[in-house]
């Protein structure tokens, strides 16, 4: 089974439609994150969160919104989703306490459409 | 200017050749330094980290310059497998990491 998993896999939605991107890991690690990425643009950071109920803004947060309620888990939602929106949404976890805190572990992705 | 930016790509070569990627960072307080690698439509992976006294892992050597914010990966002996995007990636104080955009490369039969 997969240590981090992300759903859905893939999503097509409307302009001005809410949507939440979810994201699960057995890894047991403290940190999570949220990255997008679009063609020529590398992964971009949207948020992260250190520890439950931890919330910080990355490079390109606005429009977006997260909600970290258990250690496991760590959602992303887009209150009105707009075609820019449109990317590839990847959740990562690491752990601080192995020593290799920089080490990312990333879920498959998120494949989102906005029409 | 990026904060970490890596040569363009795509780099397409024969099975057996040697290729090497470049990497700069702007950022001198930048801690640690990876290589991440992403197949077609999945999720990046680790390939290596990489310090400031170079290191080696099979066929693959990771090199860091600090003096000139330069990071390079060398693939020897190249592999039908190896054919993927490689991100160099970089830590800032506090553990967030940046990532370069990409260096594709295509290894032909």
């Known amino acids: 089974d997969a240590d981090v998993t992300q759903t859905p896999r893939n999503r097509i939605t409307k302009t001005g439609k809410r949507i939440m991107l979810e994201c699960s890991q057995t890894?047991?690690?403290?940190?999570m994150y949220w990255y997008r990425q679009d063609p020529g643009l590398g992964l971009r950071l949207i948020y992260y969160?250190?520890?439950?109920?931890?919330?910080n803004k990355g490079e390109i947060s606005d429009g977006y919104s997260v909600s970290r309620q258990a250690q496991a888990k760590f959602s992303l939602s887009l209150e009105s989703a707009i075609p820019n929106q449109t990317a590839l949404y990847f959740c990562?976890?690491?752990?601080?306490?192995?020593?290799?805190?920089?080490?990312?572990?990333f879920g498959p992705g998120t494949r989102l459409t906005v029409l | 200017r990026k904060e970490v930016e890596q040569d363009p790509g795509p780099f397409n070569v024969p099975e057996g050749a040697t290729v090497a990627f470049n990497c700069t960072y702007s950022?001198?307080?930048?801690?640690?330094f990876f290589w991440y690698r992403q197949d077609c439509r999945k999720e990046p992976k680790l390939l290596m980290s990489?310090?400031?006294s170079g290191n080696e892992d099979g066929r693959f050597t990771a090199q860091l310059n600090r003096a000139s914010q330069y990071i390079s990966l060398l693939i020897r002996d190249s592999k039908l497998s190896d054919s993927a995007t490689y991100l160099c990636?970089?830590?800032?104080?506090?553990?967030?990491?940046?990532f370069g955009q990409g260096t594709e490369l295509s290894v032909k039969p």
């Open positions: 990636v970089v830590s800032r104080p506090g553990g967030k990491l940046i």
């Open positions: 969160s250190f520890d439950v109920k931890d919330i």
């Open positions: 990489v310090y400031s």
């Open positions: 990562a976890t690491s752990d601080l306490t192995s020593g290799r805190g920089n080490e990312q572990f």
């Open positions: 950022n001198s307080a930048s801690q640690s």
């Open positions: 890894k047991g690690h403290d940190r």
